[in-house]
Structure formats: C-alpha cells, structure tokens
C-alpha cells in the first residue's frame, strides 16, 4: 500500500486510478491541477520530496536578487485538492499491465498515465566534484542548496580566474550556464573588481545558443563583458582543494586532448541525463526519456501513456515556458482518449529562455521547434531590455505559483515574426 502524506490520508489508496502522474514538479502539478478542473475520476501524483521548487529561480539565487526561501515550497501545499499523494519514489514501469511498481516494491495501477519526473543531474560523472561541491570556490545553481554559495563566491572574489562550464545536451534551461557568467561580470565590474578578473566560459556545444537567431546578440555580451569562450570543451575532472579542472577538448580535427586550467571559482553545470528508473524501461527511447509524439505528447506505443517535461522526448528545450504549453495539450489528448476519441491538440515545440546579460538586462528568447522566433511582444528579442528583467523577476515568479501551478491556461499567445538581420 503507497504511503500518502499527512496532508493527503483523508481517503485510502484507491487502484486503478484513473489518471496516475509519475513527478510532482512542474509538470506534474500543472497537469494535475488542469485535469482536476476536468474531470471527476481519480487522480494521484507518485513524488518522493516534500518540497518544491521553482528553479529559474536559482540563477537569480546565485546572483544575490533572490533567496532561497522565494524559490521553494512544501509539495503539500501544492498537490492540488481531491488528487491523493503517493509520497513514494517510482522504479519500474509495465506498461502492458498499465502498471508503476514503487521503491518499495508496491504495485499501482491505472487507466491512463502522465510521466513526467524531470532530468537526473549526474554530478558524478565529473571526476571528484561530488567531494567539492559547495566548498574550494566549486559552485553550482542546478541544486537550491548550492545556489547560495555562488553568490558567496561571487561578492566575496577579489582577483583570479574565474570559470563557468556548459556539458553537452541534454540540460535544463540550456541558457543558464552563461546567464550566471554574464551577472559574475556585472558584478566584478560594479564593485571595481572586473580589471583583476579573468572569466572564461567552457562550453562543450559549437555554439553560444541552439537557436543561431540569438547567437550574435550572446556573442556581444561575452565579448562586452570580456568573456572568453571556449567551444567544445567539457570539464571531466575538478581537484577542489588544488583548484584546478580537467577539460577534453575536440580539436577542428577531430581530436581530443586534454587541458587543465586553474581556478579561483568554478561554477558548474552538471551532466544530465533521464532518471534511472526511467532508462531501459518499456516506455522509454535508447537514451532514456519517455517516448512520445512531438506534437500531441502521447507515447509511440502505448497510446493510454502521456509525456511530457524534462524527461519527455520532445526535441524542444527543456524549461518552465515548454510544460507550460505542454500541459495543456497532455490534458485535451488526455481527455479526448477517455472518450475513445484521436485528439487534436498540438504542441509547437515552444520554450522561452530569459538570458540574463547583465543586472536589469535579458535577451528574452521564445522559440519553437525548427528554430522559428516566436516572441510573445513585437520587439526584437535581442535587444536587452528592462521590460523583461522585470517579467523575469516579478511576472513569472507570481505566474508560476500562483497561475501554471493552480491550472491556468493563461498565455500572451507567442507567434512567428521577423526582424531585420542585426546591424
């Protein structure tokens, strides 16, 4: 029998349920809060934490502009009234017998299901890193507990070199690793300590940003802020107490050679990948995620399975702004094949990235997929603005907790626009 949470013990498990969510982040409570609206059978979210976090903040964290405290809540005061809480984590699925089997080796059963447990981040995988973080100026804004210490990293530097790294995809947010880059220099320059400063950034991709559109707009930050970029290099090993990091690096040829750079601060992006329980599974693609449909989010094979968020196989980029859109369309095809109906919703392929270039400064990018710039404004997108420092920090905060999480469809309504070619 699942254990539920105190907040949630006011009925006994039930199974089948009607719809079971695997993951209780975003998406998993978006889409629990919309179909809770809509329909009156039974719903339950299977989720291990007590706690939930909204984490395009942790930038703003490790930037000093947020506290920890603004970017978490309990998971209790979230699931949503009338969807019971399986505080347990999942490990396996058999989709033939529409069944999750749970860590303690209960089994759950459903008529339909929603997968949607986010990324696993693999510290691991970096050579000695786990034995550093959080100390020796290793810092990292992919975990809240961590954030914190970027920012003490970053108000309390001197003089030295400092290092920001990007691991090859898939990663949450792929504009984070360089918006903590660009707000490090803004701060060393307000405080008169930008001179004595060396910034590089370490990227294992060929480019500053998967969408070229954006790419000139990025390479003017970097270069205004004195950046240099280092393409196709990936950390592979960090010895904190020496303060140094080894990176591969691919030549123009081909080749990998090995290089290691000495550090005063690293801040790091882990490796991310599916989780575990997910990889191998009936469910999954060969590299992990839930196989799905690009545009209707429903599984290949099993057609009363949904995806979606991070660990979906949608080639979008993984954010906040794509569960957003994503959820909605989960929830129509959801609905419509519980009326032996084909639904006909569409996900675009839709993702935003707020990329801080400096305090008061974003590069709003909204894009779908095939790369098409989809603002939500008529203004150029790489223009800098104040405007969307203030949605970043204000709006989408109070949207997220208070809309997104609750089962708001509220949207803009990005589209399609041209710009003249930049200057």
Same mark, same amino acid.
């Given at each position: 029998m699942p254990n539920l949470a105190a907040d949630h013990q006011t009925a006994p498990s039930r199974a089948p349920y009607d719809v079971l969510i695997v993951g209780g982040g975003a998406a998993g409570i978006t889409t629990a809060a919309m179909l809770r609206s809509k329909i009156n059978g039974s719903i =339950?979210?299977?989720?291990?934490?007590?706690?939930? =976090?909204?984490?395009?903040?942790?930038?703003?964290?490790?930037?000093?502009?947020? +506290?920890?405290?603004?970017?978490?809540? /309990?998971?209790?005061?979230?699931i949503p009234k009338g969807v019971e809480w399986i505080k347990q984590a999942a490990a396996s699925f058999e989709p033939d017998d529409d069944c999750v089997v749970l860590a303690d080796g209960s089994r759950v059963t459903y008529r339909y299901l929603v997968v949607c447990p986010g990324l696993k981040l693999d510290w691991d995988k970096i050579e000695g890193l786990s034995d550093t973080l959080g100390r020796n100026g290793v810092c990292s804004n992919y975990r809240g507990d961590l954030a914190a210490y970027t920012w003490e990293c970053i108000k309390s530097f001197q003089r030295g070199t400092m290092i920001f790294t990007q691991p090859p995809m898939p990663i949450k947010c792929p504009g984070a690793p360089q918006k903590i880059a660009y707000l490090a220099a803004d701060h060393l320059r307000k405080t008169g300590k930008r001179a004595a400063t060396e910034i590089k950034f370490c990227t294992a991709l060929e480019t500053l940003f998967g969408v070229a559109f954006f790419v000139p707009a990025l390479k003017s930050a970097m270069q205004d802020h004195q950046i240099n970029v280092n393409y196709k290099t990936v950390l592979k090993k960090i010895d904190g107490p020496a303060k140094k990091a080894t990176f591969a690096v691919t030549g123009a040829d081909g080749t990998v050679s090995e290089t290691v750079l000495d550090f005063d601060m690293i801040h790091v992006t882990p490796p991310q990948c599916a989780p575990d329980f997910l990889k191998g599974s009936p469910i999954a +693609?060969?590299?992990?995620?839930?196989?799905?449909?690009?545009?209707?989010?429903?599984?290949?094979?099993?057609? +009363?399975?949904?995806?979606?968020?991070? =660990?979906?196989s949608t080639p979008n980029s993984k954010t906040a702004a794509a569960v957003r859109m994503q959820a909605p369309v989960v929830v129509r095809n959801l609905l419509a094949a519980m009326r032996a109906e084909q639904g006909s919703a569409t996900y675009d392929g839709y993702g935003s990235c707020p990329l801080t270039t400096g305090y008061g400064k974003i590069v709003l990018a909204e894009f779908t997929y095939g790369g098409k710039v989809t603002p939500?404004?008529?203004?150029?997108?790489?223009?800098?603005?104040?405007?969307?420092?203030?949605? /970043?920090? /204000?709006?989408?905060?109070?949207l997220y907790w208070n809309m997104m999480l609750k089962g708001s469809e509220f949207d803009i309504g990005h589209k399609e626009r041209q710009f003249a070619d930049a200057a």
């Amino acid at each position: 029998m699942p254990n539920l949470a105190a907040d949630h013990q006011t009925a006994p498990s039930r199974a089948p349920y009607d719809v079971l969510i695997v993951g209780g982040g975003a998406a998993g409570i978006t889409t629990a809060a919309m179909l809770r609206s809509k329909i009156n059978g039974s719903i =339950a979210i299977i989720e291990p934490s007590e706690t939930h =976090a909204y984490q395009p903040g942790w930038t703003l964290v490790g930037a000093g502009v947020f +506290n920890l405290g603004q970017t978490i809540k /309990k998971e209790s005061a979230l699931i949503p009234k009338g969807v019971e809480w399986i505080k347990q984590a999942a490990a396996s699925f058999e989709p033939d017998d529409d069944c999750v089997v749970l860590a303690d080796g209960s089994r759950v059963t459903y008529r339909y299901l929603v997968v949607c447990p986010g990324l696993k981040l693999d510290w691991d995988k970096i050579e000695g890193l786990s034995d550093t973080l959080g100390r020796n100026g290793v810092c990292s804004n992919y975990r809240g507990d961590l954030a914190a210490y970027t920012w003490e990293c970053i108000k309390s530097f001197q003089r030295g070199t400092m290092i920001f790294t990007q691991p090859p995809m898939p990663i949450k947010c792929p504009g984070a690793p360089q918006k903590i880059a660009y707000l490090a220099a803004d701060h060393l320059r307000k405080t008169g300590k930008r001179a004595a400063t060396e910034i590089k950034f370490c990227t294992a991709l060929e480019t500053l940003f998967g969408v070229a559109f954006f790419v000139p707009a990025l390479k003017s930050a970097m270069q205004d802020h004195q950046i240099n970029v280092n393409y196709k290099t990936v950390l592979k090993k960090i010895d904190g107490p020496a303060k140094k990091a080894t990176f591969a690096v691919t030549g123009a040829d081909g080749t990998v050679s090995e290089t290691v750079l000495d550090f005063d601060m690293i801040h790091v992006t882990p490796p991310q990948c599916a989780p575990d329980f997910l990889k191998g599974s009936p469910i999954a +693609n060969e590299v992990g995620f839930v196989q799905v449909d690009q545009t209707s989010m429903q599984h290949v094979k099993y057609k +009363n399975i949904f995806g979606l968020g991070d =660990a979906a196989s949608t080639p979008n980029s993984k954010t906040a702004a794509a569960v957003r859109m994503q959820a909605p369309v989960v929830v129509r095809n959801l609905l419509a094949a519980m009326r032996a109906e084909q639904g006909s919703a569409t996900y675009d392929g839709y993702g935003s990235c707020p990329l801080t270039t400096g305090y008061g400064k974003i590069v709003l990018a909204e894009f779908t997929y095939g790369g098409k710039v989809t603002p939500s404004f008529p203004l150029d997108p790489r223009v800098p603005r104040l405007s969307s420092w203030l949605l /970043k920090t /204000k709006f989408l905060p109070y949207l997220y907790w208070n809309m997104m999480l609750k089962g708001s469809e509220f949207d803009i309504g990005h589209k399609e626009r041209q710009f003249a070619d930049a200057a």
